[in-house]
């Protein structure tokens, strides 16, 4: 075998071992969202904001669990309504999170992520670089299909309207948990519905980045400082 062929060869089998696919892939199990406590709204209104700096460290399955819940998690468990408004209570958005791990849809009645590919697709969630250094990118996508009573002509304007409060919801946790976060409509979206093997009636509307802010560097006189 060829040096080339060779390296591709093992390539293809550290890749094999790193991701499994998707039908071996399991379901992760989120713990229950902390929904009491935090940071008081007015203050956490006071402190939204986009950032574009992320660190890699990935986020604890509690912050992916609230995050989740706080985007479109079912706040009242009898009738199913959940933390984002829709129009007429469709709730045709779906949250798809995109990890290094791979492809996952946020199941808010199993409070799970469910696996829907072995790949890491971050990179195809944007165009901008710093999607590649954050753990989590989150892809709103409507299911038209779910949207029977509109007419077709009101269904793109009610589903990126819908999909703004999950957005804003994400970025309010964010706030209060001290998380970067940045909402990109710069997608896109053929190539990733593709990638996410996505029925035509879904339709991907924007994407948001969370992860822990970017660490600054630390300035010259503090490593000075921390010199024995
Ligand atoms: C619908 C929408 C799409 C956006 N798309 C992008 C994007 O693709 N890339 C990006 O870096 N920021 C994007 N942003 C973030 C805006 O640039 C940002 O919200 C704006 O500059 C105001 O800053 P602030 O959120 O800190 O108030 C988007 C915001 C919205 C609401």
């Not at 408004?85 to 469709?90: I, L, R, V, Y």
């Amino acid at each position: 075998m060829k040096f080339a062929a060779r390296f591709f060869a093992v390539l293809s089998f550290a890749a094999a071992l790193a991701a499994p696919a998707a039908d071996e892939m399991k379901a992760i199990p989120l713990p229950k969202p902390k929904t009491d406590g935090g940071m008081p709204l007015m203050q956490a209104l006071a402190e939204r904001k986009t950032s574009r700096e992320f660190s890699a460290e990935k986020l604890p399955l509690q912050a992916m669990s609230d995050m989740l819940w706080a985007a479109a998690g079912i706040n009242r468990p009898e009738s199913g309504r959940r933390t984002s408004p829709t129009a007429k209570n469709c709730q045709e958005i779906d949250v798809y999170v995109a990890m290094a791990e791979g492809l996952f849809l946020y199941n808010p009645k199993k409070n799970e992520l469910t696996p829907v590919l072995a790949d890491d697709l971050r990179t195809l969630t944007g165009k901008q670089a710093f999607i590649k250094d954050a753990p989590v990118n989150l892809v709103f996508v409507a299911d038209f299909a779910k949207m029977t009573n509109f007419q077709p002509s009101d269904k793109e304007l009610y589903a990126a309207t819908d999909t703004g409060y999950v957005s804003q919801n994400v970025y309010l946790y964010c706030a209060a948990a001290g998380l970067a976060t940045v909402v990109r409509g710069y997608v896109d979206r053929e190539p990733l519905a593709k990638a996410m093997k996505l029925r035509p009636e879904q339709r991907v509307i924007l994407a948001q980045t969370v992860g822990y802010p970017k660490k600054a560097a630390a300035k010259p006189e503090e490593k000075h400082a921390a010199k024995p």
